[in-house]
């Protein structure tokens, strides 16, 4: 019965809602307006949300934007803004999890991770740190060790396997 | 049912957060949802909507206490604000300490409720008994107040010998009234249960924590080795929101990187393996040395507060307090000389880590059991002397008595006989009172010793308390002086003191944790004695909480090497339930083996503490309870009862342990399966690619004989990849444009391939993969505004899913007579044919679309029902179509068995199995009730036709099939088709449970319209292709006019039937 409580009852959905509103609204307020009825076409830039205390420190910070912005480039609406929040939230589930990490860290779009995108990702949260060769020892063994069907790269469900499985993926 | 729909659509709204979708379009489903649900909910009977609308406000409620009660979770906030700026890590070691203050809690609630509050309301009020009034020369001392050195002096003369010495703070306190107050509460049971109590709860609440912990994360895939791939994905703390932090982090996680690579490389560490050896040998010496250090310390400084104790009758300020004092010192210090230590031996960080921990918790445990051991040593001598004391009283009493007898005796013999009565009696009275005073005596000299219980208590809490006093010290100054001195100092220094030697203190979660559970221990240790010591510890972990936080968010950065050890991991936990264990026993032993003391505390006078149980047994229950505690109690009972908890703990053992091997198969099944999916998969995409003829190749073998029907079986084909899609869309609910999109895929490349294929064959795909594209575009197009009505369908996949099956075989059996039937029939089998398969590809999706394929496929007379201008006219045909693509190729088996005669009885059963998957299905959705009542008298009519045919049906397989046609009511139409004599019963009979069905009529009137149009179109291409197909045996007119006169016949039928 009282389905609707499984996503949020809807003063929850409000309270979140207009809290995170007021945190989008509070990173452009000259670009965004209060009065959302006739849903106006705001776009905040990518600059703006890079550089909110959640995301400033991420390595990540651009990717995220990237996945979860419409037009694919970091531009958010409040829409996406919403997504995003809902997806990093504590409360979302860990498939859902899964699935949007699985999308940062596949920086070419093609629904797969392959080496490239390895790298970007071990070059990022290392700071390039490390040298090309670790790199490439470090990305190979990922494959090695995620790779479940062979074929040189990882799918979708290769990382959620991998990545449910992890002690600190929960959290 | 209606029920069924609402449950689905309840599905979807509970299901939708799962979903990878945008919100925009998350919302728009939600709210189409939950329109249906409040639309039809209402529509069930009227308790069941009060019941919904009460479950509903029911939640509502629970939810806004739930949020209520987070918001009075304690700290929430802080450590939200530490999470974020320090990363999970530091976190959990203030939740770990704010679940630690949860335990305490409730155990100050324990023993204030059921101890210290009876004790004080009901109790002996203070300064009527002994044990509860102060001796007078320590009520002096406790009073002087001098200087501000003697404040301290009276401050820990307080504790030890003033006041709250005698206070419920400790065990001597409380008396040993069996029962006190006017309720006649047993205060010496309580305590005594109450102390059992405290760790009995801690035992269960750290046990199911434990077990909540392991069942989250999921431990059996721990082994599994993914080192690398969680190094990489994992490795990043999303929750961290600080550029120190951050830059940390990044160091920490270059680090492990690095580590592992090493690992891998197998590249020792270039120093000589007999140095490092050597040094870890002296590394461990060292580690060894101190530990036993500490504890030889530790003993000595006991033994020596005792003796002190003994001569002198003053002690300052630091004799008293000098041995928690140092034992507060050694756990300060040593930690960090192991620290040290371990850069000696040069370790893997992480191993170090591990030994650090490990030599800590050894400490730790080494000195509260080296004291908690001196301090037992200390009450056996002291409990020796108390009666060594007695004795002397005793033999002294003998000698008092004895020489005032003999006093008596020789003053008195002179005395006459007369008064030797009364002589004897005052003798009596004399020597009564002699005991009286002697007793006295010894009562004021006993009273001298202080009961060992609430020495015991006072060290502990003495002991906690300069813990707690150092603590605060070490943050202050440790941490922030430290912390000042490194920012404000580093301009005028000639290094970087922010990045060289003292840089800022590191929070050591790992250390610190530990020092938490030490704390914890010794409040378990002195619990039983000091019943008021988890009281003052809730508030030290107040102010620990208020104080840590500060601290690491004003003068610490994250530790570099994180200990993982998180809310899913049980390792703290392990380490606390190990240190409650052990912290019991010393308690236990101490409660099991010694004497209480004799004068003071609620078990005095008894010879051992727990007789308080066998003495209220005894006293106060019915004799049958003693007497069957006794029988349990005795050997018989429990030497059995042991016996059975070791079968218990075996077969539960044997039993984890099996299903740890059925996990490690089910994980390589899981492998296995991973890669069989995947082949499948590209099995199925090679096919795809592939042309036409290797699609065929398969059907080929089974029916070789003509072009034809090598043609045809291009179907099953596709049947096999709607299948294979069919698994996957209902496994994962996934949505339905990716499904669409893999219907269309496999119909266009088909048709592509059909226009290869040669001849007559040709018009057959090429209408079939339109039709099969229309069918999916008429889908796609209205089955948004249809889908609500027939979401009740989408529950029965899987028996759609055992009919395909069950169709399959039967379609190749009936393909292969069918080059010598009239066309007509082949054309039209085909078609259903063809309509089944493709319909199935859509059923998988959507069962609005799934509808409307079926009409779509239907044959071009039903289509022409759908041209009626009534709107329930309209329903009708509808409902018809849904369900007739299946009655032509039911209607070939006859054929079959007319023909091939050994078919049949397979064929027959088949069909069995067949209709019973399809008799359940009938779902009426009778929300719409005039359309209903059509359908209603629709319905009985239909079902006596189906009376008729069902009676008919079973003979008819070997009779003339000819005769069906007559019997049917839509006599005119049946005639007229002389080609498709055998269809027509069956559709009719077929017609019959979709039409229990009536869920189209719940189609909304303005979809109606719609799919009329798009019925037409189609109509058109079937008559199309029945033109085509007719050429190679009946004449186009023919048919053409049989479906014009059929529809038209159709169509008063039904006219009359409304």
């Known amino acids: ?171 | 049912e209606l029920f069924q729909n609402i449950q689905v659509q309840k599905e979807i709204i509970a299901n939708i957060r799962t979903k990878p979708w945008p919100i925009r379009r998350k919302l728009k489903v939600l709210k189409q949802a939950r329109e249906i649900v409040l639309k039809y909910e209402g529509r069930l009977t009227r308790t069941r909507g009060y019941q919904a609308a009460g479950a509903d406000l029911l939640k509502k409620i629970s939810r806004v206490l739930y949020n209520i009660v987070v918001l009075f979770i304690p700290w929430e906030m802080r450590i939200k604000k530490i999470e974020s700026h320090f990363g999970s890590g530091v976190a959990s070691y203030f939740i770990f300490l704010r679940w630690l203050f949860g335990i305490n809690i409730v155990l100050t609630i324990m023993t204030g409720a059921f101890i210290v509050l009876p004790e004080l309301l009901a109790g002996a009020p203070f300064g009527t008994t002994r044990s509860k009034t102060i001796p007078k020369d320590h009520l002096a001392s406790a009073q002087d107040l001098d200087t501000i050195w003697s404040l301290g002096a009276r401050l820990s003369s307080l504790i030890f010998t003033g006041y709250l010495q005698y206070s419920v703070l400790f065990y001597g306190y409380y008396g040993n009234v069996r029962k006190i107050g006017s309720a006649g509460y047993r205060l010496p049971l309580a305590y005594f249960m109450v102390g059992m109590a405290v760790f009995a709860y801690s035992f269960i609440t750290l046990l199911r924590k434990m077990a909540k912990n392991s069942r989250m994360s999921l431990a059996g895939a721990s082994d599994e080795n993914y080192t690398f791939c969680w190094r990489v994905f994992c490795a990043w703390d999303y929750l961290i929101g600080n550029p120190e932090a951050a830059e940390s982090k990044g160091a920490a996680i270059v680090n492990s990187i690095r580590v592992s690579i090493s690992c891998i490389q197998q590249t020792q560490i270039n120093l000589s393996l007999a140095v490092l050896i050597s040094l870890r040998i002296l590394a461990n010496i060292l580690v060894l040395l101190s530990l036993t250090g500490s504890i030889y310390i530790i003993y000595f400084v006991v033994d020596r507060s005792q003796k002190l104790e003994q001569e002198k009758p003053e002690l300052t300020l630091w004799e008293k307090n000098e041995v928690s004092v140092v034992v507060s010192l050694i756990t300060m210090i040593a930690p960090s000389a192991f620290e040290l230590v371990a850069q000696l031996e040069m370790y893997h960080p992480r191993t170090s880590l591990r030994f650090q921990l490990a030599r800590v918790l050894v400490l730790y445990l080494g000195n509260l059991y080296s004291l908690i051991i001196a301090l037992l040593d200390k009450v056996n001598s002291m409990s020796s002397a108390v009666s060594r004391n007695l004795s002397d009283s005793t033999s002294y009493l003998a000698t008092i008595s004895q020489s005032t007898e003999d006093n008596l005796s020789t003053i008195i013999p002179d005395i006459t006989e007369r008064q030797n009565s009364t002589l004897t009696r005052t003798l009596l009275e004399m020597q009564s009172l002699l005991n009286h005073t002697v007793l006295y005596e010894y009562n004021t000299r006993s009273q001298q010793d202080p009961c060992w219980e609430t020495y015991v208590g006072q060290e502990m809490l003495k002991l906690s308390i300069i813990d707690m006093i150092f603590t605060v010290a070490s943050i202050l100054l440790i941490d922030f002086i430290r912390g000042l001195v490194v920012r404000y100092l580093s301009d005028c220094c000639c290094w970087d003191l922010e990045s060289k030697f003292p840089e800022y203190g590191e929070f050591k979660i790992a250390e610190n944790v530990l020092h938490l559970i030490y704390n914890q221990g010794m409040i378990w240790m002195g619990a039983f004695f000091s019943p008021c010591l988890p009281a003052f510890n809730v508030l030290k972990l107040v102010g620990l909480m208020y104080l840590r936080s500060w601290a690491v968010l004003t003068c610490n950065v994250p530790h570099q090497q994180v200990f993982r050890a998180s809310r899913s991991n049980n390792f703290y936990l392990t380490m606390l339930l190990f240190m409650l264990f052990l912290c019991m026993l010393p308690t236990i032993f101490a409660i099991v083996r010694y004497r209480p003391s004799q004068y003071c505390g609620p078990f005095s006078g008894q010879e051992k503490i727990y007789d308080i149980i066998s003495e209220t047994i005894a006293n106060d229950f019915p004799l049958w309870f003693s007497k069957v505690m006794s029988y349990v109690t005795s050997p018989v009972v429990v030497l059995p009862a042991l016996l059975l908890l070791f079968m218990l703990i075996y077969y539960l053992q044997s039993i984890a342990r099996s299903l740890k091997v059925t996990n490690s198969q089910l994980r390589l099944q899981l492998q296995n399966v991973s890669y069989s999916k995947l082949n499948i998969i590209m099995m199925y995409f090679t096919r795809l690619q592939a042309p036409e003829g290797s699609d065929k190749k398969p059907e080929q073998e089974s029916d070789i004989t003509s072009m034809e029907s090598s043609a045809r079986s291009a179907s099953p084909p596709r049947r096999n990849g709607s299948i294979t899609n069919f698994e996957s869309p209902v496994r994962h609910g996934n949505s339905i444009r990716t499904i669409t999109q893999s219907v269309s895929r496999p119909d266009i490349p088909r048709a592509a391939g059909a226009t290869q294929s040669p001849t007559h064959t040709y018009p057959c795909h090429m209408l079939h993969s339109l039709i099969s594209r229309h069918s999916g575009y008429l889908g796609s197009t209205s089955g948004s505004c249809r889908s609500k009505s027939y979401h009740n369908m989408a529950y029965k996949p899987c028996t759609r899913y055992a009919e395909n099956i069950h169709s399959d075989p039967l379609f190749r059996k009936t393909l292969r007579p069918m080059h010598t039937e009239p066309a007509v029939i082949t054309a039209q089998s085909y078609v259903g044919h063809r309509a089944h398969s493709t319909r199935y590809v859509i059923v998988n999706e959507h069962e609005a679309r799934k509808k409307l394929m079926r009409s779509n496929t239907r044959l071009p007379r039903h289509y022409r029902l759908a041209d009626e201008p009534t709107e329930i006219v309209e329903l009708y045909p509808r409902n018809v179509k849904c369900y007739i693509p299946r009655p032509p190729h039911r209607s070939h088996q006859p054929h079959l068995s007319e023909e091939e005669e050994e078919e049949d009885p397979k064929s027959s059963t088949r069909r069995g199995s067949f209709r019973q998957s399809k008799r359940p299905r009938p779902l009426s959705d009778r929300h719409q009730t005039t359309q209903f009542y059509i359908g209603d008298t629709i319905n009985s009519q239909l079902s006596m036709e189906q009376g008729l045919y069902g009676d008919e049906e079973e003979g008819d397989q070997e009779e003339d099939w000819v005769n069906d046609p007559q019997t049917n009511i839509r006599g005119p139409e049946s005639a007229h088709r002389y080609g498709e004599p055998y269809v027509k019963p069956k559709t009719k009979h077929k017609v019959e449970p979709s039409l229990t069905e009536s869920d189209s009529a719940s189609l909304a009137s303005s979809s109606d319209q719609q799919n009329s149009s798009t019925d037409q179109y189609i109509q058109v291409i079937h008559n199309k292709k029945k033109y085509l197909k007719s050429n190679a045996k009946l004449t186009k007119t023919k048919s053409k006019s049989s479906v014009k006169l059929n529809v038209s016949g159709t169509n008063d039928l039904v006219c009359s039937n409304v």
């Open chain 1, 1 to 171: 019965m009282g389905n609707k409580q499984t996503i949020f009852t809807s003063q929850q959905l409000d309270a979140y809602q207009v809290r995170l509103f007021h945190r989008y609204r509070d990173l452009a307020p000259q670009l965004v307006p209060l009065d959302y009825t006739n849903q106006p076409e705001v776009r905040l830039p990518y600059e703006l949300i890079g550089s909110m205390p959640e995301l400033k420190d991420n390595p990540f910070r651009q990717r995220i934007a990237e996945v979860f912005s419409e037009d694919g480039e970091g531009n958010m609406t409040l829409d996406d803004f919403l997504d995003m929040f809902s997806v990093l939230s504590e409360m979302a589930p860990r498939d859902l999890k899964a699935y949007y990490a699985f999308k940062i860290y596949d920086f070419n779009n093609d629904d797969f991770i392959c080496k490239s995108d390895l790298e970007k990702t071990l070059n990022k949260l290392t700071r390039n740190e490390l040298t090309e060769d670790e790199v490439r020892m470090v990305c190979e063994k990922v494959i090695d060790e995620a790779d479940l069907d062979n074929d040189g790269r990882l799918s979708l469900e290769d990382f959620q396997h991998m990545i449910v499985r992890a002690p600190d993926f929960l959290r």
